[in-house]
């Protein structure tokens, strides 16, 4: 886990404002949803065959009453039981939502992953068409655009239904089992519970070792390789870069259907900045179908990205206008003038300190915050009435009236 220092928050406003407003030109409306739900939302969601339960990542409290609770391993089961438990079918189809907040993993921890870390999440629920894969693919695709990522491509592949992917599976852990002696304790875990999941090892030898194994897609019915066929189609249509990797199977056992990730080039071995795909968990948890698609994006990885590729954010907006005072009666006048500013819309600083800070410090604080302008409140300003304003990118020192000091600034531009 991690903390977010001021440093790096000009990153995340960078990155979640651009989300946000791509999200809601794509026409996404934002959800929140709770950070604890029942466990048992996961067992039936995510699946129990899934590497969440499989290396056992979640955070789990025990509950006396037996439902247990734990902390949210990812949004999407959660989302769908928002969308069931809220009469979100019923809404005008498809529904098309967005969402910010932690996730919590008991994971081996890796570049911009954290155990606790955040995501940008969005699903179109309620829709079919292999034009909503390409809503959200392209979602994701034109945020990294939009931050300056460069090489940017989608990996491509897809998992099958529930109608042909049975036969793809005995296949592969046929082939898998002739090398069982070679896989490692997680592969071999995975390959008792989820052999698709084998193909996403990162294990040592395993390039070679998956070389010849059979790809799913030569393996898919009619209405999924119609599906993927017109997914391609789609993207062709776009002029978007794309490879099929037979390997992309993605970490969750609900995904089928369309799999993919976005990968940008010069931000070290973490190549993936995204994945997502097609699900229909509904079912699971016991609701009606309600086929959809989506992605997440972890908001640490996205930032560590822009870091390693050189891309700043836009510098933190200081406030213009630094109150300088030297204790006393001019520390109480400077509290009030500071709060009369803002309160106009004026973003001020004032250098607070228990004992009186000389002005020659007080400047020193001004540079430092690269503020414009420097308002002097000595007593002589105050029997007079009046503020001494002092430029701090060249000019004379000006005495305004303070009844006037506000209008002075605005005129000034602050």
């Known amino acids: 886990m991690q903390d977010t220092l001021p440093d790096d928050w000009p ?12 999200a809601r030109d794509y026409g996404f409306d934002r959800i929140d949803i709770p950070i604890l739900e029942y466990t ?10 899934s590497d969440v339960f499989v290396q056992k990542e979640m955070y789990t409290i025990a509950e006396p009453n037996g439902k247990d609770l734990s902390l949210r391993p990812e949004f999407t089961a959660g989302v769908t039981r928002a969308f069931l ?12 939502l967005f969402m910010f907040g932690p996730i919590f993993r008991r994971e081996r921890p890796q570049a911009g992953r954290y155990r606790q870390h955040s995501q940008f999440n969005a699903e179109i629920m309620g829709e079919m068409d292999p ?55 997680v592969d071999k875990e995975r390959l008792a519970k989820n052999p698709l999941r084998v193909l996403d090892s990162k ?6 070792l998956l070389a010849d194994a059979p790809h799913l897609v030569d393996h898919l019915c009619d209405d999924c390789a119609d599906h993927f066929g017109e997914l391609r189609q789609l993207l062709d249509a776009l002029d978007q870069r794309y490879t ?23 931000i070290g071995a973490q190549a993936a900045l995204c994945g997502g795909g097609r699900y229909d968990l509904s079912p699971e948890i016991g609701g009606h179908s309600v086929p959809s698609v989506g992605f997440g994006s972890g908001v640490e990885r996205i930032i560590l990205g822009l870091k390693e590729a050189g891309i700043e ?34 973003g001020t600083w004032v250098a607070f300190a228990s004992g009186r800070r000389s002005m020659k410090s007080q400047m020193r604080e001004a540079d430092k915050r690269a503020v414009r302008y420097v308002l002097v409140l000595g007593e002589s300003e105050i029997e007079k009435g009046v ?9 004379e020192q000006t005495i305004v009236d303070s009844t006037q000091i506000v209008t002075w600034l605005k005129e000034a531009g602050c």
């Open 11 to 22: 990153y995340w406003d960078l990155v979640m404002n651009t989300a946000t407003r791509l």
């Open 40 to 49: 048992e939302l996961f067992e039936r969601g995510v699946g129990t065959a």
């Open 85 to 96: 438990e809220n009469g979100m079918g019923s809404w005008s189809q498809p529904v098309k």
């Open 131 to 185: 034009a909503s894969d390409i809503e959200v693919m392209m979602l994701a695709m034109n945020l990294y655009r939009e931050l300056g990522y460069r090489g940017l491509a989608f990996q491509l592949n897809s998992t099958g239904c529930r109608a042909c992917r049975p036969a793809y599976v005995a296949k592969l852990s046929a082939y898998l089992r002739q090398f069982e002696d070679q896989l490692g304790d």
């Open 203 to 208: 294990a040592p030898g395993m390039d070679e």
């Open 244 to 266: 099929v990797n037979f390997r992309l199977v993605r970490g969750l056992d609900y995904y089928e259907k369309t799999v993919f990730e976005v990968w940008a080039e010069g």
């Open 313 to 346: 954010p836009p510098a933190a907006v200081e406030p213009p206008v630094l109150i300088a005072h030297f204790g006393g009666v001019t520390k109480v006048a400077a509290t009030q003038l500071a709060f009369r500013l803002r309160h106009a819309g004026i």
């Open 387 to 395: 503020i001494a304003v002092r430029p701090m990118q060249g000019g």
